[in-house]
């Protein structure tokens, strides 16, 4: 089960942290975070390997947002620095057992997903 927390409101340039908490045992090995503006389409944003070193991100948040993880918390985070409007959306964090690859991200059947948290950055 994951657990999403810290979305909110803040203006362009500015700083959220996204944290997903996950409990129970789990098989998955990979974790992240997609997200839905309205009207679009979800989108990969970040994910990495809960037991690897395997990072990625999608070409429209590189060198701005930073995915992360506490192995004694079992929790993923999504550190997200110079904010813009357009990153405005619902952010969902997922496990599954596949890679990103090739700028997308499927979580699969037999993913996770936590509950949506809101970001909003106004202009």
């Known amino acids: 089960q994951l657990q999403a927390s810290g979305g909110g409101q803040v203006q362009a340039g500015g700083s959220l942290r996204l944290s997903c908490a996950a409990s129970?045992?789990?098989?998955?090995?990979?974790f992240g975070w997609l997200r839905q503006a309205p009207g679009r389409e979800r989108e990969f944003v970040a994910a990495?390997?809960?037991?690897?070193?395997?990072?990625y991100y999608a070409d429209s948040v590189k060198g701005r947002f930073t995915i992360s993880r506490d192995n004694s918390k079992n929790t993923v985070y999504l550190q997200m620095n110079s904010l813009k409007p357009e990153d405005t959306a619902v952010y969902y964090c997922?496990?599954?057992?596949?890679?990103?690859?090739?700028?997308?991200?499927?979580?699969?059947?037999?993913?996770?997903w936590g509950q949506g948290t809101l970001v909003t950055v106004s202009s």
């Open positions: 990495l390997k809960w037991k690897a070193n395997n990072i």
């Open positions: 997922a496990a599954g057992t596949q890679s990103p690859y090739g700028g997308s991200w499927h979580v699969g059947p037999r993913g996770s």
């Open positions: 129970g045992r789990t098989f998955h090995s990979t």
